[in-house]
């Protein structure tokens, strides 16, 4: 009764009840084993109302007196002393202490599998996790988390809403907000049918906490203020002035955003004074970040004297001190910098928070984490890029630094060396089923019948296949960032444009025989919204058979927005081109812009980059090995697009018909020096890495390319929007396209819009031939799609 009312009612019941138990236990004969054996009940049953009622010094006290007493008993299981050694974990993993943590954890675990008790590993396991997470190393706790889940799958699902809720904090640390609220949503909904109070308020901080991140304010105030009422139901303030903070720092995010608004003085002192009983409370990180949301409303409202005081009150951070409490600080004390016209200090605070982040960066386990983390960073980026493009307008020589910052700032999954793929079994079998729910999914589609429930099925197996994503291979050996003079040596005779963004323009660094210059060019939303409206008008116009009145009036609307475009963005950039080799390094929202359609550059040879230092790295990798043709199922004409390719390539492999499996086309891909794929494919935004090409026997997704070793040096792409990708925060680009060279591919060339059967079979065939003469890719994609580019909107990605 006592563990059920903590739970579910108020912590001072619950201490009532265990009172009365002790009092029952006494009335019992001395000496006889039950009244020794509820000693040991009781008093380690105290200790975990107090642990969840976040009493933690209290609840070590409890543990400490009775566990050495229970670890001389003789019991044949050892089922109490190992549940409580896990409990006691957590009171340390809480109280900051991993190495106490870590030694009751090994104990309990080596108790646990040599007693048989299958349960109670899963949540040893689980508390595993939240120590891995404890100490910064988030693959791992991902990976202790899955191992748990599993164990709670087989045994019953009892504990597998608290593994989520675990989970989607580590996925929070490492920037992944969408996928942390998913699980959330899930836990949630299971914790609501429970009825634990504190784990439903636990996970309503946690799903606040995704809100922020996602800019979604009121959601997180609501949740974050519902979690305080039940926090403070159940006599838990350590938790309730957590969901204070959570609600005051949704609040304070959004004041923040917005650059034109002066915060009332309302909203930071109500931070300092939380700051303060959060002190009292020992909670010493979320002391930090109240003071520091406060800081940085006092410096919007120019109170820098106030802003001082209370950063000298902010301790040095500690080694479990997490990664976005650690931005925090380096972002307050750059701009306290900025405030008092310290511009060398605050660029100092913004270099050396980008190294520390680039080092948590390179702990991380699969790509998607790798990108995540961009996020805790971009802060402190836009203020270090601000300041120096600040500079570069004034003085012409600040250009070359501002090309460096952007270099540290943006698509930095791109400097990572693949490392050797450590394969796992759970993860192929998922893979195998998605493929076969897909492609059931779309016999399904042409025979009429339904397809919920199997499309149902194919995102639950999405969701699984991510998660194991995560942490099963480490993604890759960092590589350092391209010095400005590295890239000037590279380039030669090329020119390269590197885009950003300042207020409402977009300006261009421009590097051109070892000199940068800074050009404005166009508004930005102007750009951005007539960019989307070209693309909707090469979607309209990519059908074979349009009549011609239709055509006719939206290749007129589309000429009218690539000139539009011409003159915002590419008209000055190409005056003193010429017929040199162009790179481009594009914002997250021009990644999908046909570059090619544009007047000043239509012909022209043009390659798209992530970054400066991705371009370097594909330019110095070479195209060797076989060539790979391979036609999928349901693409009129690819069987004979692909046949036909073989006067231009007579040695290359061929793989169509029913021999285009996703297995065998996989295994081709290894090795090949050029790869050329015919396929329906599709673009998967929600997640990127499930971006697919589809074949005999269902898809072949972005996700399974991470597999490949030795990559294809050149790829084609001849389906639809397989160069479209999902820009995560630090323009980070990830999609099919993307994800091939991020693995090691040279040069990709694919489409950013939907592409006619003809057209495209038309395009292929000229940027073939003119591949096979020995032409670059850049400039074989020009002269190909220069005939007719509002219908081959194809781009090349990476080395051209």
């Not at 805790?376 to 601000?386: F, K, M, N, P, S």
């Amino acid at each position: 009764m006592g563990g059920a009312e903590g739970e579910m009612g108020s912590t001072e019941a619950a201490l009532a009840h265990l009172d009365t138990a002790e009092d029952v236990r006494l009335r019992l004969p001395a000496g006889e084993a039950p009244r020794r054996l509820l000693r040991f009940v009781i008093g380690l049953q105290r200790a975990y109302v107090l642990m969840r009622a976040g009493r933690l010094e209290e609840a070590l006290v409890f543990y400490d007196a009775v566990l050495p007493s229970l670890e001389a008993e003789t019991s044949d299981d050892r089922l109490l002393l190992t549940r409580n050694l896990s409990n006691r974990s957590l009171v340390h993993v809480q109280m900051g202490n991993p190495e106490a943590a870590l030694a009751d954890l090994r104990r309990a675990l080596e108790l646990a599998i040599k007693h048989g008790h299958r349960t109670l590993e899963g949540k040893v396991r689980h508390n595993l996790g939240d120590h891995a997470q404890l100490v910064g190393d988030v693959p791992a706790a991902l990976s202790h988390y899955e191992q748990a889940a599993r164990i709670f799958a087989e045994m019953g699902p009892g504990s597998l809403p608290l593994v989520r809720l675990d989970q989607a904090r580590a996925l929070l640390t490492a920037g992944l907000s969408e996928e942390a609220a998913r699980h959330l949503d899930e836990a949630l909904l299971a914790l609501r049918g429970d009825g634990s109070v504190q784990h439903i308020a636990e996970a309503e901080v946690a799903r606040a906490a995704a809100a922020i991140l996602e800019g979604e304010f009121a959601l997180a105030r609501k949740l974050a203020s519902d979690a305080r009422r039940r926090f403070l139901r159940r006599g838990n303030m350590r938790w309730a002035e957590i969901a204070a903070l959570t609600r005051l720092r949704a609040e304070a995010v959004k004041v923040l955003a917005d650059k034109d608004l002066r915060p009332a003085p309302r909203l930071p002192r109500e931070l300092a004074e939380l700051a303060g009983r959060l002190s009292e409370l020992g909670l010493r990180d979320e002391t930090s970040v109240a003071r520091l949301l406060a800081i940085r409303l006092h410096l919007r409202r120019d109170a820098v004297s106030e802003a001082e005081a209370l950063l000298a009150k902010v301790p040095k951070p500690r080694e479990t001190t997490p990664i976005d409490h650690r931005m925090l600080l380096r972002l307050c004390r750059a701009e306290l910098a900025m405030a008092t016209d310290r511009p060398r200090s605050a660029l100092a605070q913004a270099r050396a928070g980008l190294i520390e982040l680039g080092r948590i960066r390179d702990r991380m386990g699969g790509l998607d984490l790798v990108c995540g983390t961009a996020v805790h960073g971009q802060e402190l980026g836009r203020l270090a890029l601000t300041q120096v493009l600040k500079k570069a307008r004034r003085n012409g020589a600040g250009a070359k630094r501002l090309f460096a910052w952007l270099e540290r700032t943006r698509a930095q999954v791109y400097r990572y060396e693949p490392l050797p793929i450590i394969e796992d079994p759970v993860l192929a079998k998922h893979i195998t089923e998605m493929r076969r729910a897909q492609r059931t999914i779309q016999l399904n589609r042409l025979s009429g019948d339904s397809v919920d429930a199997l499309e149902r099925r194919y995102a639950e197996l999405r969701h699984e296949a991510s998660r194991l994503g995560w942490y099963t291979s480490q993604w890759g050996k960092p590589r350092p960032v391209c010095t400005p003079e590295e890239v000037v040596e590279r380039l030669g005779d090329r020119v390269l444009v590197s885009l950003t963004r300042y207020r409402d323009r977009l300006y261009a660094v421009v590097v051109d025989s070892g000199r940068f210059q800074l050009l404005k060019l166009g508004p930005l939303a102007e750009i951005i919204e007539t960019a989307k409206q070209l693309h909707a008008d090469l979607d309209a116009l990519a059908p074979d058979y349009l009549p011609k009145p239709l055509a006719d009036a939206v290749a007129a609307s589309a000429r009218r927005r690539a000139d539009k475009l011409d003159q915002l963005i590419s008209a000055s950039l190409a005056k003193t081109l010429g017929d040199r080799d162009l790179v481009i390094v594009p914002i997250g929202p021009l990644y999908a812009l046909p570059w090619g359609a544009l007047p000043s550059l239509r012909g022209h040879p043009v390659s798209i980059a992530p970054s400066a230092t991705a371009w370097v790295t594909a330019s110095n990798r070479s195209a060797t090995g076989p060539v790979l043709l391979a036609g999928g199922p349901g693409v009129p004409g690819s069987v004979g697009e692909v046949r036909n390719l073989r006067a231009v390539y007579p040695d290359a492999r061929l793989i169509d018909g029913a021999r285009a499996t996703s297995g065998a086309v996989l295994d081709a891909l290894e090795g090949s020096g050029m790869a050329h794929l015919v396929a329906h494919g599709a673009h998967e935004p929600a997640n990127a890495l499930f971006s697919r090409l589809e074949l005999v026997d269902g898809p072949l997704f972005a996700h399974e390319t991470t597999r490949l070793a030795n990559p294809p040096e050149r790829v084609v792409l001849a389906a639809c929007e397989l160069a479209m990708s999902h820009i995560r925060p630090g323009e980070e680009a990830l999609g099919f396209a993307g994800t091939l060279l991020a693995s090691g591919s040279r040069t990709v060339i694919g489409a950013i819009a939907r592409v006619g059967d003809r057209a495209a079979a038309e395009a292929m065939s000229d940027l073939h031939q003119r591949l096979a003469s020995g032409t670059p890719p850049a400039l074989a994609l020009a002269q190909a799609t220069a005939i007719d580019p509002l219908r081959r909107p194809f781009l090349c990605l990476g080395a051209g």
